[in-house]
T-cell receptor, first 112, second 115 residues
Framework: KNQVEQSPQSLIILEGKNCTLQCNYTVSPFSNLRWYKQDTGRGPVSLTIMTFSENTKSNGRYTATLDADTKQSSLHITASQLSDSASYICVVSVKAGNMLTFGGGTRLMVKP | SQTIHQWPATLVQPVGSPLSLECTVEGTSNPNLYWYRQAAGRGLQLLFYSVGIGQISSEVPQNLSASRPQDRQFILSSKKLLLSDSGFYLC??????????????FGSGTRLTVV
């Protein structure tokens, strides 16, 4: 069964600190992995997308890594800002398909 | 560039009333279209997807239905809402090429409260 597990479920950090969110998946055959940021009451917005051959991809203060051998991904947020408070969702898609498997998300709260 | 529009942003409806949520996509042709529901504090659940006009696949049996009257229009409906239909509804689109999907962009969502 295709599954995406994210940890931690929630996280509180102080403004300016770094944090790392984890994503483990069992989706097969793997096509790509996306990280989305979802502000409360809004639709998810794509941060990064990585294919099998990509190990890391950055988008500003967000850096995603992918280890296709261990089927793990992480999202590292550097120098956090209050506006980083949101849910971060890991999403994996299979080859030759349009369906995505969603993780449950990590709810991040950045405090001043 | 491609954009996706979803409305209304919020909706409060009484139990037993009908529902119609609309989603349109601009800037692309023959997109794959999706309706998701997100319960409070939960992940996204795929409700319907469509790969073309009049082609609807249902992932979860429920009180809702979907229609695609035009290439870039996707509608989520219900004849009689239940309290359990409350939630955050998201429309999304993607484009398929060479067996892979591209884009996968979400709309801004509709917060539905059934009272």
């Amino acid at each position: 069964k295709n599954q995406v597990e994210q940890s931690p479920q929630s996280l509180i950090i102080l403004e300016g600190k770094n944090c790392t969110l984890q994503c483990n998946y069992t989706v097969s055959p793997f096509s790509n992995l996306r990280w989305y940021k979802q502000d409360t009451g809004r639709g998810p917005v794509s941060l990064t997308i990585m294919t099998f051959s990509e190990n890391t991809k950055s988008n500003g203060r967000y850096t995603a890594t992918l280890d296709a051998d261990t089927k793990q991904s992480s999202l590292h947020i550097t120098a956090s800002q209050l506006s980083d408070s949101a849910s971060y969702i890991c999403v994996v898609s299979v080859k030759a398909g349009n369906m995505l498997t969603f993780g449950g998300g990590t709810r991040l709260m950045v405090k001043p | 560039s491609q954009t996706i529009h979803q409305w209304p942003a919020t909706l409060v409806q009484p139990v037993g009333s009908p529902l119609s949520l609309e989603c349109t996509v601009e800037g692309t042709s023959n997109p794959n279209l999706y309706w998701y529901r997100q319960a409070a504090g939960r992940g996204l659940q795929l409700l319907f997807y469509s790969v073309g006009i009049g082609q609807i696949s249902s992932e979860v049996p429920q009180n809702l239905s979907a229609s695609r009257p035009q290439d870039r229009q996707f509608i989520l409906s219900s004849k009689k809402l239940l309290l359990s239909d409350s939630g955050f509804y998201l429309c999304a689109w993607s484009v398929s090429s060479g067996g892979r999907s591209y884009g996968y962009t979400f709309g801004s969502g509709t917060r539905l409260t059934v009272v």
